[in-house]
């Protein structure tokens, strides 16, 4: 996990330009948003979804969010959605730390 976060950290301030938009094609009335995993010029998409969430510390806040996106380009983390919300975080923690 540690080794994980400082990957992100590295790729965030040093190997890669990361682009943010706002809204696109795959967006519905439940995404929050998305990206490509093998998008070299790293766009992220955000939905309006995303854009109504807190910029402060909490549960799917807007940088949590854009963080999490950024971790699933294939030359950062190759991170995949195999659970969601806080739930499903803890259970895949213990299950496969
Ligand atoms: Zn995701």
Partial sequence: ???NLKHIKE???TSHNFYFSCGGDECHSSTYSYAWATDIDHNVFLCELALTRSLNRSI?????ILIHEITHFDD???AGDYAFGVDGAENLAYSAP
Wanted: proline letters at 7%; a negative charge.
């Fill in 11 to 13: 790729a965030w301030y």
């Fill in 60 to 64: 799917d806040s807007l940088p949590g």
């Fill in 1 to 3: 996990m540690l080794e």
């Fill in 76 to 78: 950062v983390l190759m």
